[in-house]
């Protein structure tokens, strides 16, 4: 099965402030716009969803995402609209995605080995780092997370 992010939804991130309806995405998609109306935002909010999670680096910058990003423009308050509050980025996909966790604490519950199909991913973050991962609307405490890829 192929995953495809069907919807993406915006709010307080970079210099998106809120977007009046979340983007559906097809099977291409081409960002045209103005200079400085967010499409690099959208990008880099899609780039986000590839490890939402801190302890996961990029290789090749011995960095996290957000700290990657944060470094591109200033800082982790650039990342957040008006450089204060919080944002939220909200993930949509067509099928779900199965993922398989190894090790998974959701409130007190902890889940080991198990398959799950995820449809929805949901991150928040501040101006110092993400401060929330929610899948399928369900919490995911990130110091107990390991998981394989989306």
Same mark, same amino acid.
């Given at each position: %099965?192929?995953?495809?992010?069907?919807?993406?939804?915006?709010? !307080?991130?970079?210099?998106?402030?809120? &977007? $009046?309806?979340?983007?559906? &995405?097809?099977?291409?998609?081409?960002?045209?716009?103005?200079?400085?109306? =967010?499409?690099?935002? /959208?990008? +880099?909010?899609?780039?986000?969803?590839? %490890?939402?999670?801190?302890? !996961?680096? &990029?290789?090749?910058?011995?960095?996290?995402?957000?700290?990657?990003?944060?470094? &591109?423009?200033? =800082?982790?308050?650039?990342?957040? @609209?008006?450089? $204060? =509050?919080?944002?939220?980025?909200?993930?949509?996909?067509? +099928?779900?995605?199965?993922?398989?966790?190894?090790?998974?604490?959701?409130?007190? +519950?902890? /889940?080991?080995?198990?398959?799950?199909?995820?449809?929805?991913? !949901? /991150? +928040? %973050?501040?101006?110092?780092?993400?401060?929330?991962?929610?899948?399928?609307?369900?919490?995911?405490?990130?110091?107990?997370?390991? @998981?394989?890829?989306?």
């Amino acid at each position: %099965m192929v995953f495809a992010l069907r919807k993406i939804d915006i709010s !307080e991130f970079r210099g998106i402030r809120k &977007l $009046s309806k979340p983007i559906e &995405l097809g099977s291409f998609n081409v960002l045209v716009g103005r200079n400085n109306v =967010g499409k690099s935002a /959208i990008l +880099e909010a899609v780039f986000l969803l590839s %490890m939402p999670f801190r302890g !996961e680096t &990029l290789s090749l910058y011995s960095k996290n995402v957000y700290d990657y990003l944060s470094g &591109l423009h200033g =800082g982790g308050k650039s990342l957040v @609209y008006g450089h $204060s =509050g919080k944002a939220v980025i909200n993930y949509e996909f067509t +099928e779900g995605v199965k993922t398989s966790f190894k090790r998974v604490k959701h409130d007190s +519950e902890i /889940i080991s080995g198990v398959d799950v199909l995820v449809k929805n991913i !949901e /991150i +928040e %973050m501040d101006t110092v780092s993400f401060s929330k991962v929610v899948i399928n609307r369900k919490y995911v405490m990130e110091d107990s997370l390991d @998981y394989k890829n989306f």
